[in-house]
């Protein structure tokens, strides 16, 4: 048995690491443990926007935000899915939490117009209250981070910066906290998975890795090891028929519920597990998925079911999108797949799926990733939606009023109406836009295309059911001692909900460092 830490930590990811550099703040002494050969999982890929009501950036920036108004909005949106208490512990922990990173030298910055999800929501903030990493410069990536995907990310390709240039979201959060990790004693061991836990009398005492090494945590292991976006035999057993595979998810490949599966062995109690954070991806030529981010927003293109026939209001924040695509599919409606239809235009300003403004769309057009043709009519024809023409006549013709009278899109407060300045700085987009409402805009201009919508996610949202200190708990509430999870091995504190920009990531650093300060308590 290995005897040199007082923690151990599964998954390097926001929460893993948080939870990580607050222990060993803590006087602790820490090991974290990854599977993968880079730290960062899927926290790595992403934009790193983090929701953490009336921090200190978001007031400095001039936010009227408190965290009374905040609860009011997790009233509004959560509702009563996890308990007062959870939502309570988690406004004041992502609060902290920043502040305390702050002073750790991992900086952040406001994100200027990033709306809450659901804007017309009591308590919501229409101008956000999001931050984001601030960037580092290339030459700071840590070589152990877990590299962003060429596509798929939902970001455009990523162009040469240089050794100066600027690294933004996932991979700046990750380097800004490996290297405060590093500054406060935490050891890594990339390449080395956890396996299972050892108990003692009832008591998590440590861990089992995958190579057989036994490590003693006498303060605690918090797993904070993903969701199970990639264990297929989970998905089957707990997910809608239409997600028995990996092939749709943008997590990383680790991220097999490793932890959640420990935990259950120990009963604890989980909750959410059918449930995913959604992403509309476009299933490219091959048979990977981009994020259909910021694009749904753009003033143009449309997405029809099988037959042709809107079903959504494009523009729907991301996780809401999933929630109505699974329903619509439990009506009869033939949406999953979906088809994402452009016009020339659209795809010259505003880009999509990852391809930049004006790109050469001829390697999608070769791979299958896009369909083309020179008339909606013949478009219709090749994608077999007959109801086609007669939508796009439909949707031009809302355009020419300013009302989307079947979907509602461009709805004066709206969360896509509210992010409509994205597109109004693209190149060659000078001032207000020409249509009556800004968020419709015509489809007129062949060639016309089309690409397939799924249902993506950006990882499993259900996991172990944990205490406001990060325990996990078993079903009759008591607290597996010595347990603990944070992030997408924790069942989510925003239930079925996606209040903002940083759901994901910000419970993962709260809750992660909740847990430190238990175990710290617990010394
Ligand atoms: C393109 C994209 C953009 C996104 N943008 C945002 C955003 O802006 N804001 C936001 O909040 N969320 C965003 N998300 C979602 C968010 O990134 C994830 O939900 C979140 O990072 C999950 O955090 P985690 O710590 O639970 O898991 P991860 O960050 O995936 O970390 C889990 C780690 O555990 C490791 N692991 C797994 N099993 C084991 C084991 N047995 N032993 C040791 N290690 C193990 C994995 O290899 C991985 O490194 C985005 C996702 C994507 C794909």
């Not at 931050?131 to 162009?159: A, F, Y």
């Not at 680790?254 to 932890?259: E, F, L, P, Y």
């Not at 994205?422 to 987009?429: A, D, E, S, T």
């Not at 999870?485 to 925003?494: E, H, K, Q």
Request: net charge negative; charged share 20%; with cysteine.
């Amino acid at each position: 048995m290995i005897e040199d830490y007082d923690v151990v930590v599964a998954g390097s990811g926001g929460g893993g690491l948080v939870g990580a550099l607050r222990a060993a703040e803590n006087g602790l002494r820490v090991l974290v443990l990854e599977k993968a050969d880079v730290c960062g999982g899927t926290t790595a890929l992403s934009g790193a926007g983090l929701w953490a009501p009336a921090n200190h950036l978001v007031l400095n920036a001039g936010q009227d935000d408190d965290l009374d108004k905040a609860q009011v909005y997790m009233d509004a949106t959560v509702g009563d899915r996890t308990p007062r208490s959870m939502q309570q512990a988690y406004l004041h922990a992502a609060r902290d939490t920043i502040a305390w990173l702050e002073g750790k030298d991992v900086r952040f910055s406001f994100m200027t117009g990033y709306p809450d999800y659901h804007p017309s929501e009591p308590g919501a903030l229409l101008t956000g209250r999001a931050i984001t990493p601030k960037s580092i410069r290339r030459r700071e990536l840590v070589h152990r981070v877990q590299p962003k995907l060429p596509l798929g990310d939902g970001g455009p390709p990523i162009p040469d910066v240089g050794p100066d240039g600027p690294i933004w979201g996932g991979q700046s959060l990750i380097t800004q906290l490996l290297t405060a990790c590093e500054g406060a004693g935490v050891t890594v061991w990339t390449g080395c998975a956890f396996e299972g836990l050892l108990t003692d009398g009832g008591r998590v005492v440590g861990v089992r890795t995958a190579d057989g090494r036994e490590i003693a945590a006498p303060a605690g292991v918090l797993l904070a090891t993903g969701g199970f976006e990639h264990d297929v035999a989970m998905r089957a057993s707990y997910q809608d028929e239409v997600l028995h595979h990996d092939g749709w998810t943008l997590g990383v490949p680790g991220n097999t519920g490793d932890g959640i599966q420990a935990g259950m062995e120990l009963g604890a109690a989980t909750d959410l597990l059918e449930d995913c954070w959604w992403a509309p991806g476009l299933l490219r030529g091959d048979g990977k998925p981009s994020f259909l981010l910021f694009e749904r927003a753009a003033p143009t293109g449309i997405i029809v079911d099988q037959q042709g026939k809107r079903w959504v209001n494009e523009g729907t924040p991301y996780n809401t999108f999933g929630h109505l695509m699974l329903q619509a599919r439990d009506r009869g409606v033939p949406c999953i797949p979906s088809w994402y239809v452009l016009d020339s235009r659209a795809l010259e300003t505003y880009g999509f799926g990852g391809l930049r403004p004006g790109a050469d769309v001829r390697p999608w057009l070769e791979d299958g990733t896009l369909i083309a043709a020179d008339t909606v009519e013949d478009l219709a024809e090749k994608l077999d939606a007959p109801g086609l023409p007669e939508q796009v006549k439909r949707w031009n013709g809302f355009c020419e009023k300013g009302v989307d009278e079947e979907l509602d899109r461009g709805a004066e407060g709206s969360y896509e109406r509210q992010l409509l300045w994205v597109f109004q700085r693209y190149p060659g987009i000078a001032g207000p836009h020409e249509w009556p409402n800004p968020s419709n805009a015509p489809l007129t201009q062949g060639p016309f295309y089309a690409g397939k919508v799924v249902l993506s996610d950006l990882g499993t949202k259900g996991g172990l059911v944990c205490d406001e200190h990060g325990r996990v708990t078993r079903p009759d509430g008591s607290a597996i001692d010595g347990l603990y999870a944070c992030g997408n091995a924790m069942a989510s504190v925003f239930g079925h909900s996606y209040p903002g920009p940083g759901a994901c990531i910000t419970p993962a650093m709260a809750f992660g460092w909740l847990a430190a300060d238990d175990m710290k308590a617990g010394q």
